[in-house]
């Protein structure tokens, strides 16, 4: 608060010196001016008086004349010190609205504000730097597990539309630049609860900025940044940063498996996308020929993807420069037909639009479906603006950068299991992935899949590891059973159980829980809840094991064993 004041102090500096001078004026004068008491002797008034009678004048309540009547010259100069004194009120009652109206004022009060309110956090906490597409979605997903989280921001239009969204959970959030140390001290960057910081904004040099403080004031925290750069992306690794996620080579490998693997890549959208991909998508011919209209950033991260997967590629740009060294390629955009007919769209079984501009890649889809009505198309969308063309464009793939990062940190805060899944699941076949697409799909339906893990231990799972401490056997199929109703299962299976480092895929739900175990899980979000109930409280638990419910007082056990 020492800023504020020192702003209030030094801008309110003239109207204080001219309230205080004209009242010191004031009191003098009744001082000095000789006035007449009830008797008729000459009475001069002294200092009490005159600070008393000037300080009910000045704020124009008027008790009177005291303590005697005064005489015509005390009155003159009353006249001249009431007006004095009201004007020198006016104008510093004034300077004051215009300061507490003046942007930056406000400014330094919401900071004061903010850092108050983070600094009185008592729960885990993720700092988001960037609110834009992936910011909002990270903290509408963070609210929904009852996850707190803190924005910071330099567009103040976000930080009011994070005021208005409806979140089940108080998002406090900042305008401030997040380069800034100061600003993430602000934000909790320092605090004891604070879980970890994710760089979200749209400019790598920010993100940059933030992950070096981030390591510096808090090496142990947990950093996670966005970059859209090779040579950003060697910077960050280069001083320990936790995750970085580079959006067109996550799509890259994202659309790779789809070309080649399509109930692989399913089984991998279902996990990480909120609005997975129909079941049905996967009968659609990918393997052939591929058309990447647009040969910049992402389509070069698209080239390396499928060049390992051995896809066969037709490269198109209107950059004659870019395509040097390549082969099979064509010099246009791909928004006119003779330049997809010579790039053999006919016969082509997929075609990228990957451009930077909305307008010419959803231009090439369309020119292309005229075409090749059954292609399969992915376009790539840069503004967020352009949402709802997009979305009635029909598209097959819609690559929209901010969705995507912001689905790749989520897998990896929610669980950090699921990212090891999904590495070590690319290791089995598409028949594999067939059968565990088919089990996740009449689990949940059309709705969304959610996926969850714990440890078994104290902080994670104690009704377990005090079961598991008193010798009871428990198998993973306990803890799949609903708490009210033990016969009923929930929705979900288990995915992978992980035991002193080694990792079992899709363990059979007989297999007897042991303490130090990790377990991942899917299926729908009120299984979650449900088994939280399960791994947290002993009743329950116990319940779900023998059926009845636990005796604590002697007699209850005594009359059990008869």
Not at 26 to 43: E, K, T, Y
Not at 385 to 392: A, E, P, T
Request: charged content about 20%.
């Amino acid at each position: 608060m020492n800023d504020i004041f020192y702003l209030l102090l030094r801008r309110l500096r003239l109207p204080l010196i001219t309230v205080i001078v004209v009242y010191s004026v004031a009191i003098v004068g009744f001082v000095l001016i000789p006035g007449q008491d009830d008797q008729g002797n000459v009475w001069h008034m002294d200092f009490f008086h005159a600070i008393y009678f000037v300080s009910f004048m000045g704020s124009t309540i008027g008790f009177g004349e005291i303590p005697y009547a005064f005489t015509s010259a005390q009155r003159a100069w009353t006249l001249v010190a009431i007006y004095g004194t009201v004007i020198a009120w006016l104008y510093g009652i004034g300077s004051m609205l215009a300061l507490i109206q003046e942007p930056v004022f406000g400014r330094m009060r919401r900071r004061r504000a903010f850092a108050g309110e983070v600094k009185n956090f008592n729960e885990p906490f993720y700092l988001i730097c960037g609110y834009g597409i992936t910011g909002s979605a990270i903290v509408e997903k963070l609210c929904k597990r009852g996850m707190r989280s803190v924005v910071i921001d330099i567009e103040q239009e976000r930080i009011d539309r994070l005021e208005m969204d409806d979140l089940s959970i108080r998002v406090p959030g900042l305008c401030a630049d997040a380069a800034l140390p100061e600003a993430l001290d602000d934000a909790g960057l320092q605090h004891s609860t604070c879980v970890g910081v994710l760089a979200l904004t749209n400019n790598d040099n920010v993100n940059l900025s933030i992950s070096i403080a981030s390591k510096l004031l808090a090496p142990e925290r947990l950093v996670i940044s966005r970059t859209e750069t090779e040579v950003n992306a060697r910077n960050l690794g280069s001083f320990g940063t936790d995750h970085i996620i580079d959006p067109f080579r996550s799509y890259a490998e994202y659309l790779s498996l789809a070309a080649h693997s399509p109930y692989m890549h399913l089984v991998y959208d279902w996990l990480v996308n909120p609005y997975h991909r129909p079941l049905s998508s996967a009968y659609k011919k990918t393997s052939g020929r591929w058309i990447i209209c647009g040969f910049g950033r992402f389509g070069k991260a698209l080239y390396q993807e499928f060049l390992e997967q051995d896809v066969e590629l037709v490269l198109l740009d209107d950059d004659a420069s870019q395509l040097q060294g390549y082969s099979n390629h064509f010099v246009g955009l791909g928004t006119e037909a003779s330049t997809l007919e010579k790039a053999g769209v006919k016969d082509a079984v997929a075609i990228v639009a990957g451009t930077d501009n909305d307008a010419d890649n959803l231009s090439i889809i369309m020119t292309a479906r005229e075409l090749n009505p059954n292609l399969v198309t992915v376009v790539r969308q840069n503004l967020s603006s352009n949402k709802l063309v997009y979305k009635n464009s029909k598209a097959d793939f819609i690559m929209e950068p901010g969705r995507i990062i912001a689905n790749r940190i989520l897998a990896k805060i929610k669980t950090p299991l699921l990212p090891v899944f999904i590495e070590q699941m690319q290791q089995f076949d598409d028949v594999w992935a067939h059968t565990l697409l088919n089990r996740m799909s009449s689990v949940v339906k059309d709705r969304e899949l959610d996926s969850w893990s714990f440890a078994i231990g104290k902080q994670q799972a104690p009704a377990v590891t005090t079961m598991l401490e008193e010798g009871r056997q428990i198998k993973l199929s306990k803890l799949m059973k609903h708490a009210r109703e033990r016969q009923q299962e929930l929705p979900c299976f288990p995915l992978m159980l992980r035991r002193n480092g080694e990792l079992k895929l899709l363990p059979g739900e007989l297999t007897e829980l042991q303490l130090g175990d990790e377990v991942l899980f899917c299926g729908l979000t009120e299984a979650h809840q449900q088994m939280d109930w399960n791994v947290n409280n002993y009743n329950i638990l116990y319940y779900l094991l023998t059926g009845e419910d636990p005796s604590y007082n002697l007699l209850a056990k005594l009359l059990k064993k008869f």
